[in-house]
């Protein structure tokens, strides 16, 4: 299903799913970042929890800091300052889910995109950067040259460093770019009219 889709298209779509999620407050809030957690899950379960694995440390301090910093009234009044507050926890609770539901929708898109769809997806967004003098053929080129070397490169940071050179490999690079459709654009510009509306509104 998404193969026929620009992948322009998959990210101009998570990007305004995640500002909606830092948007939105209350119940709908919950039901929304609930339901992008499940879909998460059923799309990409392993990429999913790979992700919300690697982020409990910055969760926990996440969660510290708003519990323990939030004035309000005590959860456990006998502990005194001790204590954290039943309003920094909702709102720990709150910002961790917020945390959550963006990185679930990054971990589909990892998923239904490889790397030439996102090399293919930034050289769309990035074109009208071109007025300005921005070489985007340059640019995408150097991360598709990094992102690569990456690929090559698996093993913790220590290991990249102390490694010795390896022979450049000289063989060509590139990739097919393809070119936004008319029914890309039209569903491009419906998301931004909705989500324009929906922030004038607010």
Do not use: Y
Not at 135 to 162: C, K, P, Q, T, Y
Request: one cysteine or more; hydrophobic letters at 60%; aromatic letters at 10%.
């Amino acid at each position: 299903m998404f193969r026929s889709i620009h992948p322009a298209v998959c990210m101009t779509a998570g990007f305004f799913l995640i500002l909606l999620l830092q948007c939105l407050s209350g119940p709908g809030f919950w039901l929304l970042a609930l339901l992008v957690g499940a879909i998460s899950l059923l799309l990409a379960k392993t990429s999913t929890w790979r992700t919300w694995r690697r982020m409990r440390f910055i969760l926990l301090a996440l969660f510290i800091l708003f519990a323990w910093q939030t004035p309000g009234s005590l959860m456990w009044p006998q502990a005194g300052g001790f204590s954290p507050s039943r309003e920094g926890v909702l709102l720990a609770l709150e910002q961790s889910l917020r945390l959550l539901a963006a990185a679930s929708v990054l971990a589909v898109l990892l998923v239904i995109l490889d790397k030439s769809a996102w090399m293919n997806g930034l050289h769309s967004l990035m074109k009208p950067l071109v007025v300005l003098g921005v070489s985007v053929d340059r640019f995408i080129l150097r991360l598709r040259l990094v992102l690569d070397h990456l690929a090559v490169d698996s093993g913790n940071w220590r290991e990249i460093l102390m490694a010795a050179p390896r022979e450049q490999d000289l063989s060509p690079l590139g990739w097919e770019l393809k070119s936004l459709s008319g029914t890309d654009l039209t569903l491009m510009m419906l998301m931004l009219l909705i989500a324009g509306g929906w922030l004038w509104l607010a």
